[in-house]
């Protein structure tokens, strides 16, 4: 049973960081219909520029709250210098794009910090907490509660405020937004400044415990991408619960089959969304009419 327990726990934590990043691809899919695959990068930004300004000296807090807002600003100039600029596009070709923006991220990354791997301290130690004969660190804890409170306070925005109001309304009909009155750009640079910082704020919660390096983004964006896919593209609530359940699996697979295999667990999930569950576990079936 602990054993169980110590799995499930390790799942937890990992689909939390999932969850996170999941949330990301939902708010720019709301937005835009595109799907980010930079949004991997923007969790290894936050991991990266954590660890560099805290080498610098600064405190950790302040090097966190940093590298989230310089995250954020980077994900403003990738829909300002990229998206905007393509927006006749078809999705595909603004899907492709953001996987260019992401290699060049990538690549810009390797030469400004380096190629090693970093980590900084926990937020409160590394003291492990016991639980019914399983441990988990309390950084997880950290992480676990950071998925749910920007989960809570999406939803919040997304509901009791006029401008969150607006970013549904453009999700749901840019033309009709923009006829009463919606500055639609200022949406879609809303939602990617969100974006970049959930994804950001990922990564400052999860390095001091898989630890980051320039090139961890593209996990990251192929699970949450698969988190988002399992919960219904597009469906927060979705994404919160597709990520926790995708962590879940690959703690299980990990404990009971073998670590190798934990990785693969994302792609399973993504052939079984498309084979048996198009849209979802909270996804809407859509129709058109002809």
Do not use: C
Not at 2 to 19: I, P
Not at 60 to 68: D, K, T, V
Not at 161 to 183: D, K, M, P
Request: proline share 3%; no cysteine.
């Amino acid at each position: 049973m602990s054993e169980l327990l110590q799995f499930l726990l390790s799942g937890v934590t990992v689909g939390a960081v999932y969850a996170l990043v999941a949330l990301g691809f939902t708010i720019i899919y709301n937005a835009s219909d595109v799907v980010n695959f930079a949004q991997g990068e923007f969790v290894m930004l936050g991991g990266m520029m954590t660890v560099f300004a805290y080498g610098a000296g600064a405190p950790l807090p302040l090097a966190a709250l940093a590298a989230i807002v310089a995250t954020a600003a980077l994900g403003v100039a990738m829909n300002k210098l990229a998206i905007e600029t393509a927006r006749g596009a078809p999705v595909v070709s603004l899907v492709i794009i953001t996987i260019g923006v992401s290699i060049f991220i990538r690549g810009g990354a390797q030469l400004v910090f380096d190629k090693q791997i970093h980590s900084f301290p926990a937020f409160s130690g590394d003291d492990p907490l016991r639980l019914w004969g399983a441990t988990i660190l309390p950084q997880s804890l950290w992480v676990i509660g950071g998925a749910i409170a920007v989960f809570v306070g999406l939803w919040l925005f997304f509901t009791r405020t006029l401008l969150g109001r607006a970013v549904l309304a453009t999700s749901n009909n840019r033309l009709a937004a923009q006829l009463v009155g919606i500055n639609t750009p200022f949406v879609m640079t809303l939602s990617f400044a969100l974006s970049a910082g959930i994804g950001a704020l990922a990564g400052v919660l999860v390095t001091p415990i898989t630890l980051t390096s320039y090139d961890v983004g593209l996990a990251f964006a192929l699970k949450g991408f698969a988190a988002a896919m399992l919960g219904g593209m597009g469906n927060p609530k979705g994404a919160l619960v597709g990520g926790f359940l995708l962590g879940v699996l690959e703690g299980l697979t990990a404990g009971y089959l073998s670590s190798q295999y934990k990785d693969a667990a994302a792609f399973v999930v993504i052939l079984g969304v498309l084979f048996f569950l198009p849209q979802g576990l909270f996804g809407r079936k859509s129709t058109e009419r002809v």
